[in-house]
């Protein structure tokens, strides 16, 4: 068997170029892509001081023959659009968003890894006027850029069953944030987590905000088991996922039943006694959990391994993002 090689850690090497376009006087100027380097923003800037800033997050995958597709942009730069229309800043125009991205791919097109690899695209708006006395004063100037990041495979190591803890006292976001992509969210997620690692050694916190299952800090939730798959319903409560929208559109097509509900811990408990539990998201596709902590007391999920079906559909998603399986719903675009 030959070694793996170190790969840096997932988001810390970014690609050389970005693409970068301001908002002025009521419009957005043309976009640019330019060496990545530091910024120059004023200490008063808006996001600075009032969080006015959301971001998104999808990947382009390298094929064995060279080529290299993006995986779902349009649903990316759609709630990317209804980000910035929930936190009041101006809302980058589409068609100039998917022309940035498409030329960052362009120019770091030798930056994009072999599959399991993939290019990260970051896109990260933010408000920029200059005024400390703006709590209740949206941004009128803001800056939109596109970065790039190559990443490896998020489970080098093997796919480990995640340890989640199940925290119904805490919540990750206010009630109408959950679905916008913001910064402050992953804040306000950050000391609940690292008290469950501390505590409980766990990788991950489940909210269950009033006992009912919503999503991790970073990642959709969902349960498998018997061919039916449960995940929560959308709200504007937490993030909806574009891996989560994949999934469930491939598990029926599977032939798998698909509930999409509200449903509560008990409920999620009963279910992992002989059932499995994911998460989901870009980064790690679907994770499986091994181990879910509540009150006191470690819940070990089907086996307390990674299950079959959790392995199946991920497998089935990442043949198709990287064009080893058919792409029937259009998903993937040639850049
Ligand atoms: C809070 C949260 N929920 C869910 C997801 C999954 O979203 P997606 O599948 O679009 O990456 C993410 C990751 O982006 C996230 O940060």
Redesign the pocket.
């Known amino acids: 068997m030959t070694a793996q090689p170190q790969r840096p850690a997932f988001g810390t090497v970014l690609a050389s170029h970005m693409a970068v376009a301001t908002y002025q006087a009521g419009q957005w100027g043309r976009h640019a892509v330019v060496p990545v380097a530091p910024l120059e923003l004023s200490p008063a800037a808006h996001v600075l001081h009032y969080a006015s800033t959301c971001f998104?997050?999808?990947k382009a995958h390298r094929r064995a023959d060279g080529s290299v597709h993006v995986f779902r942009m349009d649903?990316?730069i759609k709630?990317m659009l209804q980000s910035a229309r929930q936190l009041v800043l101006p809302e980058p125009d589409p068609v100039q968003l998917a022309a940035m991205v498409r030329e960052v791919i362009d120019r770091c097109r030798d930056a994009v890894p072999e599959a399991p690899g993939a290019l990260y695209l970051r896109p990260i708006l933010f408000g920029t006027t200059a005024n400390i006395g703006a709590a209740a004063t949206p941004a009128t100037e803001a800056s939109l850029l596109v970065l790039a990041s190559p990443v490896w495979d998020y489970f080098a190591g093997g796919m480990k069953p995640l340890r989640i803890f199940v925290d119904d006292e805490n919540t990750?976001s206010a009630a109408n944030m959950?679905m916008v992509?913001t910064g402050g969210?992953?804040a306000a997620?950050m000391g609940p987590t690292l008290a469950a690692r501390a505590k409980h050694r766990a990788d991950q916190v489940l909210f269950c905000p009033g006992g009912m299952v919503q999503?991790?800090?970073?990642?959709?939730f969902v349960l498998i088991k018997d061919r039916q798959l449960l995940t929560r319903s959308l709200d504007a409560s937490?993030?909806?996922?574009?891996?989560?929208?994949?999934l469930l559109t491939l598990a029926r097509d599977m032939g798998y039943g698909v509930s999409e509900r509200v449903f509560d811990i008990a409920e999620m408990l009963e279910w992992v006694k002989s059932g499995e539990a994911a998460l989901?998201?870009?980064?790690a596709v679907l994770a499986g959990v091994g181990t879910l902590i509540h009150r006191g007391q470690e819940h070990s999920v089907g086996g307390g391994d990674v299950g079959p079906l959790t392995r199946a559909l991920r497998a089935q998603l990442l043949a198709i993002q990287q064009g080893d399986a058919p792409d029937r719903h259009g998903w993937l675009q040639p850049v």
């Open positions: 998104e997050g999808f649903m990316h709630r990750r959950g992509k969210n992953y997620a999503e991790t800090g970073a990642a959709n937490f993030l909806h996922g574009v891996t989560r929208d994949s989901s998201g870009t980064a």
